[in-house]
């Protein structure tokens, strides 16, 4: 019997799996299908049956396995396991391409996330809405920072900018940044950093493609 | 003593890291650093130094652990390793915020991609080039494909269209995608998938600052 770690501390492959899942469900709600098995979450996840029970053991569920997970309620408890009820505010750094798309595409509001603030050094387009949200200049971001009470943030700005506004939007308050620039920060222990590099995962891709 | 996998099977996540070492270690050499321990990469990378050691063990690498492995040695082999010397041809579809970052930061010439072509159905766009690379209609893709022989691309249509164009794109020879759109793609076995869910980082960085 896999043992249940104490509650707030899912493991970081988890935690991964389990937003996926919630995913996958809304996308089984959206086709009117209204309970899903082990198996067959597993099988379009891409792992295994004994992975999907024991990720979903790790949370407050009380679905039966034997009949397979209702779909409403899976969804509201992995919800709930991640924390997504509390709302936290998050800002944009860095307007070019890649912020834009973070702005246009990814329903934050869907998931307990308030996108609060953008922002970009270039004039043209500081002042301006973006996607609805004001793009504010880089001079006033630490005040903006802390004014809202932003405390997640996506970085996306040049590798040459990244550490000295990583140490920027630490000072004022971020503890968990999603770091799209291709260097690796140094950060205090208390701020969490989540990577995206993308070349990497196409570097995974490649090796797989020529096996 | 862990065992060596057999050549060309090295696991996904070791894959991932080696990958991300990959960078780690190129920034040290732009830093004039030349040899690292397995402790000084772990700390950068976030991990722990054995775990490192364990994943340059997987690869064909002679160098000394005692005496810290010599980045440029290191770089080679985990080039090697990864295989980033056989290159490979790949396609971005949808050139939309998110297609266009990725063309224009993504440095693929320098790990064994080559960006040949991208695809958009929007004719104010199709026929004109996005950082250097030509901007093909989405009716030409599957003959484009095939003539240019590329066998990656990243997916960055609307979730609507995104079965579709999988559907197409490996009927015309692709093998490796990198998906961005929100919906699991069901695709034949040959064929390998792997998930970018923006979405899906930011909630797993918000797990953390919720903790």
Redesign the interface.
């Known amino acids: 019997m896999p043992q249940k770690r104490p509650s707030?501390?899912?493991s970081?492959p988890v935690?991964?799996r389990l937003?996926?899942y919630?995913?996958?469900l809304e996308?089984f709600i959206t086709q009117e299908q209204e309970v899903v098995s082990s198996r067959a979450l597993a099988t379009?996840?891409?792992n295994n049956s004994s992975q999907v029970r024991h990720d979903i053991f790790q949370i407050e569920h009380k679905g039966s396995q034997s009949h397979g997970y209702l779909c409403i309620e899976l969804i509201k408890d992995i919800r709930i396991a991640?924390?997504?009820q509390?709302e936290?505010n998050?800002c944009i750094i860095g307007m070019?391409?890649?912020g834009?798309?973070?702005t246009?595409?990814?329903?934050?509001d869907k998931?307990?996330?308030n996108l609060s603030a953008t922002f970009d050094i270039d004039p043209d387009v500081v002042g301006k809405k973006i996607g609805g949200i004001e793009v504010y200049s880089a001079e006033s971001m630490m005040d903006i920072l802390k004014e809202k009470n932003i405390?997640?943030a996506?970085l996306c700005v040049p590798a040459t900018r990244a550490q000295k506004t990583c140490d920027q939007i630490i000072h004022s308050g971020v503890?968990?940044?999603?770091n799209y620039s291709?260097?690796?920060l140094k950060v205090p222990e208390h701020v969490?950093?989540?990577?995206?590099?993308?070349?990497?995962?196409?570097?995974?891709?490649?090796?797989?493609?020529?096996?």
């Open positions: 707030g501390t899912l970081p935690i991964q937003s996926e919630l995913l996958i996308q379009v996840y891409g991640l924390n997504l509390n936290k998050l070019g391409n890649l834009r798309a973070i246009a595409h990814v329903p934050f998931y307990g996330m405390t997640m996506a503890k968990g940044i999603l291709r260097i690796r969490s950093v989540h990577y995206e590099q993308i070349i990497c995962s196409f570097m995974q891709l490649s090796y797989k493609c020529s096996l």
